[in-house]
């Protein structure tokens, strides 16, 4: 008798200690839950979550949204603490917080990326689960030696109804913006801060345009390649003529802090740069360069130019800034959007000065240097389509 009830103490104090255990393996298996989504066709996405336990007892998951048909998106971290469990996806600059339920079927819990949804799963099984389809194939790249141009491109004036701004090519390689101004195209061009841009007139900067335009050359075109195509498309429906000049102006200079950068280059990047997210939740940049990263600096938040001087070279990044905007800072392509639900004063990360340089080792200084200008000669509204 004194030997069982030491067996049956043994085996509740193994309980008690290995609890965290216990419960990640409690939420191993497949979850799925719709976001409610007003925009998505039918006014949700579906979302299954994979979470398996690794050789040490720890958690990770697999992150599918499959009614946009994306690739599996690894959580960063995955963690349960009783019946809590939290994940964070980097890659979407998303969290979720939920609990699982006494009987250990359901999750009911909030999800994060921007305002905050409610997101529940229910545990799948072999007959219930959905089927998670494949990606698309990659899109074939434009060959890098064309010089493409727009076959089609048609210009409308944005719907004053229709809030928001956008610009960048969908998976068929043709280039879309919405709500963007001549001068959001001549920025992104020519690679140029507004101050870059001389002698542009005022409606340059306030009528906003609606652009779709279709390459003349099969495949998915370079960033460089885009651009060509929009700076012709800028000369041929809306008569620009310009000209380059140097010009000694103030900037802010990127460099690499006192310490050496806190961020290591990626040893085999496997796609082209991207950036997107919310600044006070986390900014993300993958596999950029430097200088891609101080153009995207310069283009979405900094009131004045932005010139890597950080001597990185081509060796290209993947990483998270987390800063609160300041009042200079104009929301070019939405990364000031999504703010409604801002963090409390004691939650809110530090200015980007400052933040660059605790997060990830890099330096933000104003100073001045000659930098490339375009000089707007001649400029009009667009020709019709």
């Avoid at 964070?88 to 994060?112: C, Q, V, W």
């Avoid at 899109?139 to 064309?146: E, F, L």
């Avoid at 400052?354 to 930098?371: D, M, Y």
């Amino acid at each position: 008798m004194v030997r069982v009830l030491c067996t049956r103490m043994s085996v509740f104090a193994l309980a008690a200690l290995s609890g965290g255990a216990l419960f990640a393996q409690s939420f191993a298996g497949t979850w799925q839950g719709a976001l409610k989504v007003p925009q998505a066709p039918n006014g949700e996405l579906r979302i299954v979550l994979k979470i398996s336990t690794t050789a040490g007892d720890k958690l990770a998951g697999e992150f599918h949204s499959i009614d946009q048909n994306g690739p599996a998106i690894p959580t960063t971290t995955l963690t349960a603490s009783g019946a809590a469990i939290k994940m964070t996806l980097d890659r979407m600059n998303a969290s979720y917080e939920g609990r699982l339920s006494p009987d250990g079927k359901t999750i009911s819990g909030t999800f994060h990326q921007g305002a905050p949804v409610r997101l529940d799963f229910i545990r799948a099984t072999a007959e219930t689960a959905w089927a998670i389809p494949q990606p698309p194939p990659p899109p074939k790249a434009m060959d890098p030696k064309a010089d493409p141009s727009f076959e089609v491109a048609t210009i409308k004036k944005t719907d004053p109804n229709r809030p928001g701004w956008g610009l960048g090519r969908d998976q068929n390689g043709i280039f879309h913006t919405q709500g963007t101004t001549v001068a959001d195209l001549a920025r992104y061009a020519f690679t140029a801060h507004l101050k870059q841009l001389i002698d542009l007139p005022a409606w340059a900067e306030t009528e906003k345009f609606d652009v779709e335009g279709r390459p003349d050359t099969p495949g998915f075109s370079s960033t460089e390649q885009s651009r060509t195509m929009v700076r012709k498309l800028l000369v041929d429906r809306f008569s620009l003529g310009y000209h380059k000049e140097k010009k000694e102006i103030a900037v802010y200079a990127l460099t690499v802090a006192k310490g050496g950068p806190k961020i290591k280059p990626e040893a085999d990047p496997s796609s082209g740069p991207g950036f997107g997210g919310a600044p006070q939740r986390g900014f993300q940049g993958r596999t950029a360069t430097m200088a891609e990263f101080a153009s995207i600096m310069q283009s979405q938040f900094m009131d004045l130019p932005v010139v890597d001087q950080t001597g990185l070279g081509s060796a290209r990044y993947t990483f998270t800034l987390k800063f609160t905007p300041d009042a200079t800072m104009r929301p070019y392509g939405g990364a000031l959007e999504g703010q409604a639900s801002p963090l409390s004063a004691d939650d809110a990360p530090p200015d980007i000065f400052s933040a660059l340089e605790q997060q990830l080792g890099l330096r933000l200084q104003k100073t001045k240097a000659s930098v490339d200008v375009i000089v707007i000669d001649k400029i009009e509204k667009p020709s019709a389509n």
